[in-house]
C-alpha cells in the first residue's frame, strides 16, 4: 500500500511530525516522520532538544523527558453491543513522541477487523464500529520518544 501527502504553499506552520497509519482488518502499522522548513525565523535542532520558534505570542518550552500518560478513557461510557465505542489515549511527549498507539491484548489473529486506529495531537483512539463480544479484551496504550516510554492498560468489559 502507497500514500502520498502534498503540501501547497508550505510554510513553517506546516513543520511538524505526520503519522502515516494503515490496517489490514487484523494489524495495525504506523509510520512516524518529521517535516521541517527552515527559514531566517526558525531554528531546528536535533530531536532531543526543543525546537525555537521566533512568533508574535509567547511559546512556552519544557525539558525534555520521557513521556507520560496523563488518561486512558473508553466512549460512550455506557456502551451496548452495536455501539460504536473509542478507547481514547491522551499523551505528553517531549520531545514529541517515536511511536504512539494501541495494542489489543490478544492473539493477532484475533483481532476483528471493526476496529480502527485515529490520530490526532498527543492522542491516539481505538474506535470500535459496532462494539461485538470479539471486542471484549484488554487494551493497551504505549508511548515513546528518545528519552523513555510509558504504558497503560485498559479493560473493555462486556455491557452491563
Known amino acids: 500500500m502507497k ?7 508550505f510554510d513553517v506552520t ?17 509510520h512516524v516522520f518529521t517535516v521541517s522548513l527552515n527559514s531566517e525565523k526558525t531554528t531546528t ?3 532531543t532538544t526543543t525546537r525555537s520558534t521566533t512568533h508574535a505570542h509567547k511559546t512556552t518550552h519544557t525539558a525534555p523527558r520521557p513521556p507520560t500518560i496523563l488518561s486512558t478513557e473508553v466512549q460512550p461510557t455506557n456502551y451496548h453491543y452495536g455501539d460504536d ?13 517515536d511511536q504512539l498507539g494501541w495494542n489489543m491484548m490478544t492473539d493477532p489473529s484475533r483481532i476483528p477487523a471493526n476496529i480502527n486506529l485515529v490520530y490526532g495531537t498527543d492522542m491516539v ?23 523513555g516510554s510509558d504504558f497503560q492498560t485498559l479493560s473493555l468489559h462486556p455491557p452491563k
Open 3 to 9: 500514500g502520498k501527502h502534498s503540501f501547497t504553499h
Open 85 to 97: 465505542v473509542e478507547l481514547i489515549c491522551r499523551v505528553e511527549s517531549n520531545p514529541p513522541s
Open 45 to 47: 535542532t536535533t530531536p
Open 14 to 30: 506546516n513543520n511538524g511530525q505526520y503519522i502515516c497509519v494503515t490496517s489490514d482488518g487484523f494489524q495495525f502499522a504506523h
Open 125 to 147: 483512539k481505538v474506535h470500535i464500529k459496532h462494539l461485538t463480544a470479539e471486542n471484549i479484551e484488554q487494551y493497551q496504550c504505549f508511548v515513546q520518544n528518545s528519552f
